[in-house]
């Protein structure tokens, strides 16, 4: 199964991720890192010490101010890109199932990643870590991405923060890392968002919404089936109680996206019905409410 | 209203609550992302304390209504403003309007009618219902509560004879205007009335106030028996024959299968097939037995593209009596012809003598004779006998004498009589008769003109039945029929014990001796000892005497004097409490359906 097509390709391959510098690894690739040293984007002068390295002497300087100083050049890094893909059971709702869409987009960011040499690891959650792809760094292992993301399945309960405890343990590098979820758990996104974030990762969170969870149309004497734990709840819906639940949702909704502002992250928000191209370029260009650079992919 | 039906739509009421109460207890499965955020939403969704026992506006509205239109059930609500004065409704119950059309009998839908008319006639008057069967009878007298009409219509039937429109008709006349006199006396300002007649006949009523036709029933076809006999065989000691008659009403071929039993012997049973407008006789003899209880029956009608619209034209019966021995005197100087006809009857000891040896006798010994057949011969002056059969009287004898006529021609006979029971004068010639002068009280049985060529007399302790001619003046005795008429004229003026003559055909009278049990066809006891109509066909037993009504010359086509099915009186509108209650019924779905929806909640 492709989950990418090719008009999906072309339009990745003229997008790119940008990564902060503090979240880059350490291997040389194309992302600005803290790090002043040989580069080509010069970065500042500072004064010549014993020991240093003649060829970064500025002459220049030193013909117009009679001081050495040295040239220092940012060092261009690779990035990781974790793509942390939500398995629980909601995610198997929605028209389309929320799921599809959720492989699609991670294999949409994973490509991105191998594209421009990054290490792209897919990791799907639910409780835990389930499984996670081997950091992949070129287009070529697009393939092995989409096997991998055939075998998920969705179903069971969500804990983020167990999936960043598990996240943590098998790869301590700092890196991108992006949430595709619905959120549609009460707890543990703002918590996990807040570890992420404390972590060193930059973070970047796409909230697949669906219109049957931000708005459901039932109305009536129902019996409610919890898609993740079986439970169920018998519950006359009305105006009043939808009125309720939207609110409900709208006040989770809101403090994961402030959880994730506050651990510096980007908070997209894409709904599932809409064509996957324009949700493309909504999952890679985040929204202007987020405040987050516009244009940044 | 039937109790069963009432039984029926409650039955039907209750399961219907019952299963909205079910569907509105069995919700839908939907499956969501996760209930905690709906547990959560019904939480903060909760109205607060006093809100919580508010009743949603609708639901409360809805309750109202229904409690509304429950009290107005209760004050027994009408449409319109009825029918002003007094109203006698007339109800056919004869034999026809037991016929189905379309599946549903005449009277039943009459009754409906009936009923419309009973619901609007109480409004603001009183209101009679009288049967029109083969007599016309009161169902309950003039009221204005629609309860008590309604019991009185409950279970009515039909007569298997024709109904008498004309009686009935009269009677509600009669009626109507007692009560108008009546109501006008007691200071009621402008008095009115009318007639309503429910029938399945054309009929052009003739009565003083004005009345209204509803017509019922159309055109139907039917399979009846028209006729339907047995009788000893009278040159055969015991045995028994029987005739039947099938008439296919219908302008289609038909088949049947003609069924005769005696108790639950057959005796006939045999296909035919009918074709259109056809009569068929069919015969079975030859069957011995003491006595014979026969029913006739049409089984498995079949008639092409229809059906027998009418099941009770479809049976008979007939009663074949125990032969009794009866000793007769026959007194004549040699007539061979009476000889041979009393002879015939198995059931008669006949001893002859001639008029000297007669002169011999006295009362005392005649009276062991049940009857005397006197052949040219009168009773000797002083002795009197109480059945008498008296062919060509002398002068002086018991009925005075006109002056002999030669070659008299019967111009008419009283065949009703069961004397001529069976027996017909057509083409019989008389050489010479000596016409009788009848007295008051006197039947005629055969009439040359104004002459009375033959007399049934009967008196309270005596019958006499006397013919003008004697056995050599007339062609009559050479006819297969002369040994019937000697049995029937001598079995009438043998027969004290019926004041009257039994009528074997619904619509006469059955009456019984005093401490005589008279039970119905059904087993039913009758406990009047007269019943003045009959009219139920069957076999009635009378102290043990079994005699049978049929009402087979009643059958005839139906539909002939059928008008439509189409009603005079606007009443096509149910009763107004079904309305009401479909109404409660439509408001408790909605208020289900939008309770189910989440509109009320």
Known sequence: ?297 | MPAALVAALMALAGALVLALYLLRRTPRSQTVSNIRFWVKAAESAKPRWLFRFRIPLVALLVSLLCALLLVALAGDPRFGDGTRGTTVIVLAAGRTMGARDGGERRIDRAVVEVRRWVERSTIEGDVTVIRAGMRPSVLVPMTSRAGDLERALAGLDVDDGPADLESALGVADALLAEHLSASAAAGAPDPRGQIVLVTDTAFAPRTRASTVVLPVGTPVDTLAITSFAARRVPTAVGEYAARIEVANFSSRQASVRVAIADGEVPILDERIVLDPHERRALEAGGFSARRAELHAALEAVSIAGSSDGLPADDQAFAVVDALERTRILLVTEGDLYLEAALAAHPGLEVEVMNAAALAAESAASLAGYAGLVLDGIALPAGIAHPSVLVFAPPEGGSVALRREVRSPRITAMLGSHPALEGVRFDGVRIERARPIVERTGDQVLLRSDDRALAIARSEPSARLVVFSFGTEDTDLVRGEAFPLLVHHALRWVCDHGEPTPLSRRVGGALESEAGLAITGPNGEAIGAALVPTVTESGVWDLGGRRIAFDATEHARELGAGATGGTFAAASSVPPLGFLLAAALLALMLIEWALLHRGRLG
């Open chain 1, 1 to 297: 199964m492709k989950t990418l097509d090719d008009k999906a390709r072309r339009l990745l391959d003229r997008l790119a991720l940008f990564v902060r510098p503090k979240a880059t690894a350490g291997r040389q690739g194309g992302h600005r890192s803290p790090v002043l040293a040989s580069g080509v984007e010069f970065a500042d002068h500072r004064p010549y010490v014993p020991g240093d390295d003649f060829r970064r002497i500025d002459w220049r300087a030193f013909a117009k101010n009679g001081q050495l100083v040295m040239r220092q050049f940012e060092e261009e890094r690779d990035a990781r890109i974790y793509v942390l893909l939500d398995l629980s059971g909601s995610m198997a709702c929605g028209a389309p199932p929320k799921i599809e869409i959720g492989k699609r987009i991670a294999a949409a960011f994973a490509y991105v990643g191998m594209k421009q040499f990054d290490r792209a690891v897919v990791i799907p959650f639910g409780a835990g870590v389930v499984g996670d792809t081997r950091p992949l760094r070129t287009s070529a292992d697009l393939p092995e991405v989409d096997r991998f993301l055939e075998g998920c399945m969705a179903g069971g309960p969500t804990s983020l923060p167990d999936a960043v405890r598990g996240l943590g343990a098998r790869f301590p590098q700092r890196g991108l890392v992006v949430v595709v979820s619905d959120l549609m758990s009460p707890e543990g996104f703002a918590e996990g968002f807040r570890t992420l974030g404390a972590v060193g990762h930059e973070l970047r969170v796409v909230h697949l919404e669906s219109a049957e969870d931000l708005a459901p149309p039932w109305e009536g004497e129902l019996e409610l089936l919890d898609a993740e734990s079986g439970d169920k709840v018998r519950l006359r819906v009305d105006a009043r109680l939808l009125e309720a639940y939207r609110k409900e949702i709208r006040q989770h909704v809101g403090a994961c996206r402030d959880a994730c502002r506050r651990a510096g992250g980007r908070f997209v928000e894409v709904p599932v019905e809409q064509p996957f191209e324009l949700l493309l370029r909504r999952a890679f260009a985040g929204d202007e409410r987020s405040g987050s650079r516009k244009g940044a992919a």
